[in-house]
């Protein structure tokens, strides 16, 4: 067997320090929940009410993610040139955007002052402060993450499948809806996974454009913020929740991922 | 009348696509080299691609004017096509693929269901229905493919290179299956290809195509015959020689473009740019030039022997290349000539065809 050389030795030593990086703080907290007793904790109702609207929003918040983002990205997936790159450009935007920032901007838009607040309050809506907020803090910034990984599945499709459909009577509707979307069904469902996953972590954006009311619009991260001022203890349980769930969402993204991808 | 008629234009990466092609009902044959157009045609012809300018009717129907300004959309132009890479639905299983048409057409149920198994007994495929397009072989693919096509009724069938992708053994088998299936068609069906064998095997109408343009189009005996270009001679096996007739004293010349002169009938030649063609079974060789021969003649080297069953080619050039096809007994007649060696190749002025150039690239 050859000798491992000094560049590979390099490879290894910093592989293991990230992996180490990355598996320590979780193995940490998971050890930090266990000791503070999941089970107890999910029979307070403080608890069970952040988990209501962290699951809640995060359901109502996926059609809105798949009504606006499917069609968004299988457009873009068909522009090229100089109209995709400008497209790709304003869907980075939000992804850039610091989340305390987007929360601000956000309710400068929709807030009782905002930009449209007024006209929604003309007709009985107002948002900041509601779960209708979450919902739309969620869509705002999970949207384009999926749009741009939809982008990579439509892109993926191979053209042909889509002409055949068409020559064969579909029209452009009918072979989206009957060709796209079937072919890539897996990846779409691993999408969507991904979608929740990333809402139930979300904190910033919610905080200030929803609020943070227990029973109303305070999410499983943000109960982790109002504990960890009075009890660390209970923070510390609450996040190996939060953590657990992600990791089984993870999982079941992987499960579900196309695999002639990898 | 059923048949495609279609004038168009058509930028292309290296030249236009220029082209006027009437197909009637039965197999045309598209003939070219790799790179000609051929399937950006059946692409414009679908309506998949826009062209620059032309028209197509389909019958009684126009798919397309660019003075009218009439471009009906591919679902809507009833052309079944057969891409290179069949294209099946992946997500579908084979009676699926075949019933896609039909249930964007809004057949359902039983009746969808009769039209499939229906076509799935014409086709001798009734066995593949419930399986997973994923799981066919190269042959079974083609076959679900064209059932799939047919099943929505096309009013022009297009296929493109139908067997370029099977293996030796498979091809043999679909070009006979497409064969019985494709003469029990009623409507005009072109299929594209590179190959010589597929055009020998079909026998049917050809239409040449070479950079963006038709350059002949007859049945496959003409083009044996009376080969329109350097693509199509070689093509089809026959000798192809470039160069010019002259008039001198009142008498026409043709000079090859390696400096020999052949003659030949002339009949409705101009002087100017011409070539000449001669079939290789029409050239006789000899060691020796025999004495007072009128015919004509290019002394040069032997450079490649091919045996073919009972029959030899013989390639011999200088300026010149001209290719000799003689019995095998005439082979061993000369001595069995060996590469290297000198020999004349001679033949008669009546069996040359000598033809202008004209508009096509010569």
Not at chain 2, 27 to 37: C, E, I
Request: aromatic residues 6%.
């Amino acid at each position: 067997m050859r000798r491992p050389r000094l560049f590979d030795l390099l490879l290894i030593g910093s592989g293991t320090l990230l992996g180490a990086l990355i598996l320590l703080p979780v193995l940490a907290l998971l050890r930090a929940g266990w000791s503070s007793a999941l089970l107890p904790l999910l029979g307070q109702p403080q608890v069970q009410q952040a988990l209501w609207i962290t699951a809640l929003s995060s359901l109502l918040a996926l059609p809105l993610i798949f009504l606006l983002g499917l069609p968004s990205a299988y457009g873009l997936s068909r522009c090229s040139g100089r109209l995709r790159r400008s497209l790709e450009i304003l869907l980075e935007l939000p992804m850039v955007m610091p989340p305390v920032v987007a929360g601000l901007a956000l309710l400068l838009a929709f807030g009782r002052r905002g930009l449209l607040g007024e006209m929604l309050a003309d007709v009985g809506i107002r948002l900041p402060f509601t779960l209708g907020a979450v919902v739309l803090a969620l869509t705002f910034v999970i949207t384009p993450l999926f749009v741009r990984r939809c982008v990579v599945l439509f892109d993926g499709i191979e053209q042909k499948l889509e002409e055949a459909a068409l020559l064969l009577g579909a029209t452009p509707l009918q072979c989206f809806w009957h060709v796209t979307l079937p072919v890539v069904r897996r990846g779409l469902f691993a999408e969507g996974v991904m979608a929740l996953a990333q809402g139930v972590g979300l904190f910033g954006v919610i905080i200030l454009f929803a609020g943070n009311l227990p029973g109303r619009t305070q999410t499983l991260s943000l109960a982790i913020y109002s504990a960890f001022e009075h009890d660390p203890q209970q923070a510390f349980g609450l996040a190996a929740l939060l953590l657990l769930i992600s990791l089984l969402l993870l999982a079941t993204v992987h499960l579900l991922a196309p695999r002639e991808g990898r | 009348m059923n048949g495609l008629s279609c004038r168009l234009r058509y930028r292309l990466a290296h030249f236009d696509l220029d082209l006027d092609l009437q197909v009637g009902s039965g197999l045309t044959v598209l003939l070219g080299p790799n790179g000609a157009g051929k399937s950006s045609l059946l692409r414009l012809l679908a309506g998949l691609n826009q062209p620059a300018s032309g028209q197509v009717t389909l019958g009684e129907r126009c798919l397309y004017s660019s003075d009218k300004k009439v471009d009906l959309p591919p679902e809507q132009r009833r052309i079944g096509m057969m891409f290179q890479d069949l294209a099946l639905f992946p997500h579908l299983d084979v009676s699926g693929n075949i019933g896609f048409g039909l249930k964007m057409r809004r057949i359902h149920g039983g009746k969808r269901q009769q039209r499939v198994q229906l076509l799935l007994e014409k086709l001798d495929i009734a066995h593949l229905a419930r399986r997973n397009v994923a799981t066919l072989s190269g042959g079974e693919r083609q076959k679900v493919a064209l059932a799939r096509t047919l099943a929505t009724d096309p009013k022009l069938l297009l296929l493109d290179e139908p067997t370029a992708a099977l293996d030796p053994a498979a091809r043999g088998e679909i070009r006979r299956w497409l064969q019985t299936v494709l003469t029990r068609l009623d409507i005009p069906t072109i299929m594209v290809t590179h190959d010589a064998e597929e055009v020998a095997f079909f026998r049917k109408r050809v239409a040449v195509m070479e950079q963006g343009r038709i350059v002949q189009q007859g049945s496959f005996h003409q083009l044996l015959r009376e080969p329109a270009s350097e693509f199509v001679a070689r093509f089809v096996g026959v000798n192809y020689i470039l160069g010019a007739v002259r008039a001198e004293a009142g008498k026409l010349h043709f000079t090859s473009s390696g400096g020999s002169k052949f003659l030949a009938p002339f009949e409705q030649v101009r002087p100017g740019p011409a070539f000449l063609t001669v079939q290789p079974w029409d050239i006789a060789l000899y060691r020796e030039l025999p004495e007072g021969s009128p015919r004509n003649h290019l002394h040069g080297e032997i450079r490649e022997v091919v045996i073919i069953g009972d029959r030899v080619r013989l390639t011999l050039s200088r300026k010149d290349k001209l290719v000799a096809e003689i019995s095998s007994r005439g082979y061993q007649a000369l001595g069995e000539p060996q590469p290297g060696e000198m020999f004349w190749a001679v033949f008669k002025a009546r069996e040359a065809r000598i033809e202008n150039c004209g508009a096509l690239p010569c």
